[in-house]
């Protein structure tokens, strides 16, 4: 009887665990203050959800649009967005910059400001979110922050006369903090 007991609990344990993994995670305990000033969310706003993106940006190797030479330009990201536990809640890609809940809520936004992040990764980021389109996990957010960026900086490979018009990919990862206001 005790097994059995036991096995119920354990049985039930996983299945609310499993149900709440498609679920966007939420966390009081983000904290921006080691942050550069550049990308704190202002004062007012609350962390909504947490989630890690998980992909690739792409460049392609272009003409400089000023001054002679050629340099590998940012075309866009196409990434998983995977809650603390690893499930898959969304997706991000563009251009537009777009995080996409895979509840349908989705939302683009404008850059406000980037600072450096470690040698080989792209930098942190703060966006300022336009207003959602669909009802869900998207809905009210106000901004989003990039940050504990991994890789997904330009290539190290020649981008040259010879080169223009390649592709790459190079592989990233970030977490992306979303804030809603207070």
């Known amino acids: 009887m005790r097994s059995i007991v036991f096995t119920s609990v354990a049985l039930a344990t996983v299945a609310l665990l499993s149900a709440c993994g498609g679920m966007p995670m939420t966390s009081a305990r983000f904290n921006q203050d080691a942050l550069p000033d550049a990308v704190k969310v202002p004062a007012g706003h609350r962390v ?3 989630t890690v993106g998980v992909g690739e940006i792409t460049y392609e190797c272009r003409a400089k649009t000023t001054g002679a030479g050629h340099e590998w330009v940012f075309v866009g990201p196409q990434a998983d967005l995977n809650n603390r536990m690893g499930a ?32 080989g990764s792209i930098p942190l980021q703060l966006v300022k979110a336009n207003p959602a389109t669909g009802m869900g996990a998207m809905n009210g957010i106000a901004y989003i922050q990039r940050v504990a960026t991994q890789g997904g900086v330009a290539p190290a490979s020649v981008c040259d006369g010879a080169a223009l018009g390649r592709k790459q990919v190079v592989k990233y990862q970030a977490d992306y903090i979303y804030w809603k206001a207070a």
């Open 48 to 50: 909504a959800m947490e």
């Open 88 to 119: 898959k809640v969304g997706s991000y890609y563009g251009p537009p910059a777009t995080w996409a809940a895979n509840d349908g809520s989705r939302i683009t936004g404008t850059q406000v400001a980037v600072a450096p992040a470690m040698a």
